[in-house]
């Protein structure tokens, strides 16, 4: 590495690499160098404020000692053992995380990453209950793999349909906003609203056939589509129609967990536990590729004698469960959970400051560290200010001001995230709404009058 210089970095990254989600003419990565903390920065020296935890997922922040370390230490003892064998890795991270999930989900199936937990946590649903059919939400995204894809609900599935895995049926997200329910009455009181959209789920299970239904897929809180929190109720009640009609439920908590919401993971908040857990992102807070399935014991103990068809060469590898104990440890000890929930009240403040003074604010929506921003041209009509699956000219030069002043922030469609690693200070965070507030008056140039 040492023989490629730093104004190399870009320029054969572009002529060899191949991008995701991307047309490849038009991909403008930028080039860095380092990352500590909050920050990264760029070949050039510039700093950019990491407001989306790079890809939802360095909840600890960059460049944690602590980490490093352990990883280098696993690599020196043991840099890798096939996933027939057991390990002290491997021993250690099944212990840490019994404690910290919810119920008895205390067996641990490990992956790379949170597609292909998905997907596991699929083929033990249906393996487990004799039943194919998986019920997912319209706005969810969990992963690029083909079966994890096929359970997606995003436009991101459509690109690459038909997929190879049948037996998946949408439903719709309880996005109080846009409901689909309620145009006409949005002063439904929450009782109601969530009754509306369990009645639309319960319509749908009998419809496709409850004894043909697995397990109900979802995101605990929606991610890139929305952070679309759940109302009050609502898990409760997907958690009773489950048990009601022997379907299993499968909490997809790869965004939503290890501190993202101000709690170990968004099911602690509604004391809801479902039969199947998948994490990755904050698992190991992206130190290493590392994704899990978290099951009930009676779900392990159906393959006693019965053969789990499904692996993965690198299942279990040390150096990644390394980095997820120490991940989990720094967590604990430097009580980043904790940290979140205080935080959360403090960048609701934020938000809803936000939306007070700039028009283009349709509306807030956070939980701990996990927070969006929805802009419209109208606030009456809630016209987006960028199409369904699509941008527009004010989002492009949005992100971009944000960019040129060193803030590094996700806009998908019409929405902004705010996810910035569980360390970060108030003054951290005002650092970055100051920048905020500036990049808003170019989509309030955008507010159409509803006269």
Known sequence: MSDITDAEILPLSLEHGFWTWSAQGKVTPIPIKKAKGVYFWDIEGKRYLDFNSMVMCVNIGHGNERVIKA?????????????????????????????????????????????????????LARAYTGRHKILARYRSYHGASAGAMAATGDPRRVAWEPLTMPGVVHFLDPYRYRSTFHRTNPEISEADFTQDYLNHLEEIIHYEGPETIAAILLETVTGTNGVIIPPEGYLQGVRQLCDRYGILLISDEVMSGFGRTGAWFAVNHWNMTPDLMTMAKGLTSA???????????????????????????????????????ANIQVMQEEHLIERAAAMGPVLHRMLTDLGEAHPSV??????????????????????PIAPFNGSSPEMVAFRKYMLDHGVYIYTHWHTVLIIPPLII????????FAILDKALEITDKAVKSSA
């Open 362 to 383: 349709g509306e807030v929506r956070s939980i701990g560290l996990f927070g969006i921003i929805e802009l419209v041209r109208n606030r009456q009509t809630k016209e």
């Open 425 to 432: 200070t108030e003054e951290q965070l005002a650092e970055g």
């Open 71 to 123: 990883i280098v230490e696993q690599a020196q003892e043991l840099p890798f053992a096939g996933p027939p064998m057991a390990s002290k890795p491997r021993a250690t991270l099944g212990k840490l995380l019994s404690e910290i999930t919810p119920g008895n989900l205390n067996r641990f199936l490990f992956t790379l990453g949170g597609a292909d937990a998905n997907e596991n946590a699929i083929k």
């Open 287 to 325: 130190y290493a590729p590392l994704g899990a399935v978290a099951m009930r014991s009676e779900i392990a103990e159906h393959f006693s004698e019965r053969v789990y068809q499904g692996g993965l060469t690198y299942n279990s590898h040390p150096i990644c469960l390394a980095a997820a104990i």
